[in-house]
């Protein structure tokens, strides 16, 4: 399933053009993992890292841009650093797989230490089978990451971490054959601190439903088809701007995959979205 974090919206393109040269080093990666654990197919991980990252035009600003008169800096430019821990688990039981990514990370800026922010990110699935024939996944999902300032200028100055939250139950029951039948339910939800008008705020619900062939060898050709219902937390609908408050969008979804020798494989889709605002009509 596609990423269904960023919706797409008109955006305001300037005209002058900005550069911006980003150097960045990594500090150090470390993992502890157990001899025994790994013996039995149990991990459990911790994972330390963290980086340096060197912007000499963070907020991309125009090149002709004073930045004491935008930024109250003298300069543009700035080093973040950040440093992560985290935890990984992967633990199978039976016929069920539990897999469990935490990672706590903190960002700190040199010169504009107002962005300075910590994100608490996981990710959590259950990889279920109640029968030989009927499995599927339970997952969850966040991410919280810094607006790219590209996309708000005006508001340079401001601290704006965006908030992605995802959660999913896949079923895939195997039919006869080689057949399989697909099902699914997703939500996705995107706050920020500040809002955009230009990437609003949503909450969207997915449904799908599709058809697996797998054959003997492990290649297999799929079709999912996705009926999507998304709702816009921070506009509501002007005829003047166009702006609705929510959308509807249908995707019909090929995937395939291709053992071509050994290790090696071949993965592919390929998709057709339409969109439909519920005010305006308007869509594609």
């Given at each position: 399933m596609r990423s269904l974090n960023s919706p797409r919206h008109l955006r305001t393109r300037g005209r002058h053009s900005s550069m911006s040269l980003v150097f960045c080093v990594v500090l150090f990666l470390s993992t502890v993992e157990g001899r025994a654990a790994e013996e039995r197919q149990d991990v459990?991980?911790?994972?330390?890292g963290g980086g340096i990252v060197y912007d000499s035009n963070l907020f991309k600003l125009p090149s002709s841009a004073n930045p004491q008169a935008t930024l109250g800096r003298s300069t543009k430019s700035d080093t973040l650093t950040t440093a992560y821990v985290g935890l990984r688990v992967n633990k199978p039981y039976a016929q069920q797989l539990f897999q469990l990514d935490v990672t706590e990370t903190i960002y700190r800026y040199h010169t504009f230490s107002h962005l300075d922010f910590e994100a608490f990110?996981?990710?959590?699935?259950?990889?279920?089978?109640?029968?030989?024939?009927?499995?599927?996944?339970?997952?969850?999902e966040r991410t919280k990451?810094?607006?790219?300032?590209?996309?708000?200028?005006?508001?340079?100055?401001?601290?704006?971490?965006?908030?992605?939250?995802?959660?999913?139950?896949?079923?895939?029951?195997?039919?006869?054959?080689g057949w399989h039948l697909l099902g699914g339910l997703a939500n996705v939800e995107q706050k920020s601190e500040s809002p955009l008008?230009?990437?609003?705020?949503?909450?969207?619900?997915?449904?799908?439903?599709?058809?697996?062939?797998?054959s003997a060898a492990g290649n297999s050709v799929a079709f999912v088809q996705h009926f999507r219902?998304?709702?816009?937390?921070?506009?509501?609908?002007?005829?003047?701007?166009?702006?609705d408050s929510g959308f509807n969008e249908n995707e019909s979804e090929f995937r395939w995959k291709w053992?071509?020798?050994?290790h090696s494989t071949f993965d592919g889709r390929a998709g057709w979205v339409s969109r439909n605002h519920e005010n305006f009509g308007f869509g594609g």
């Open positions: 459990l991980d911790v994972v330390t990110d996981y990710r959590g699935a259950w990889l279920w089978h109640l029968t030989p024939r009927l499995s599927g996944t339970l997952s969850a990451t810094l607006v790219p300032f590209e996309d708000y200028r005006l508001l340079s100055q401001q601290r704006n971490v965006r908030d992605n939250q995802n959660q999913t139950l896949l079923v895939d029951w195997w039919a006869f054959g008008l230009a990437e609003a705020d949503f909450s969207l619900v997915d449904r799908q439903a599709g058809v697996r062939y797998e219902r998304g709702d816009y937390a921070n506009k509501t609908a002007d005829p003047v701007t166009f702006n053992r071509i020798a050994g």
